[in-house]
């Protein structure tokens, strides 16, 4: 198994090659790997609630909504209600249903003031198959990672 640098030594790769605006793009596999080896890291799921319920959670993920539903409106508490639930000294992961999202989290965590910002590509359910059906290519859940219905 890598180690904790190796994975995200990976991750940073990844992001400067995308020229991503945060420190690192992640595998759920190597996001999991990360919660499992540092205990301090923090996994926030921004997807929104009606999302939560309906497809599962991730068992000791933070919870902030980016969006609300419905209607999937920007939601204006989010930098504050972060700031609230994670220490600005943490490695943060964010991760939402297929990646856009979190996307968007991770930066503005990192304009913030985050310098560990990380994005979980593929997300919680993955990229959409040729039938654009979700959870049958990629993702949190097609890897069998820990969640939970809600």
């Given amino acids: ?6 994975i995200l030594a990976q991750a940073q790769d990844r992001a400067q090659r995308a020229h991503l605006p945060y420190l690192g793009a992640l595998t759920p596999q190597e996001a999991h790997a990360i919660l499992s080896m540092a205990p301090q890291a923090k996994l926030v799921d921004v997807r929104a609630r009606a999302e939560w319920d309906l497809t599962g959670i991730i068992p000791g993920a933070v919870q902030v909504e980016w969006q609300t ?9 989010f930098l504050q209600q972060f700031k609230q639930m994670v220490d600005p000294e943490a490695l943060v992961m964010f991760i939402c249903r297929s990646g856009g999202r979190s996307h968007k989290a991770a930066e503005a965590a990192t ?3 985050y310098s560990e910002c ?4 593929e997300g919680f359910e993955g990229d959409r198959d040729k039938v654009s059906q979700q959870r049958n290519i990629n993702g949190w ?6 969640w939970m219905q809600s």
């Fill in 1 to 6: 198994m890598p180690t904790i640098s190796e």
């Fill in 118 to 121: 990380y994005n979980v590509i």
């Fill in 111 to 113: 304009q913030a003031g």
């Fill in 141 to 146: 859940k097609k890897a069998g990672l820990p």
């Fill in 69 to 77: 539903y419905p209607g999937w409106h920007a939601n204006p508490y």
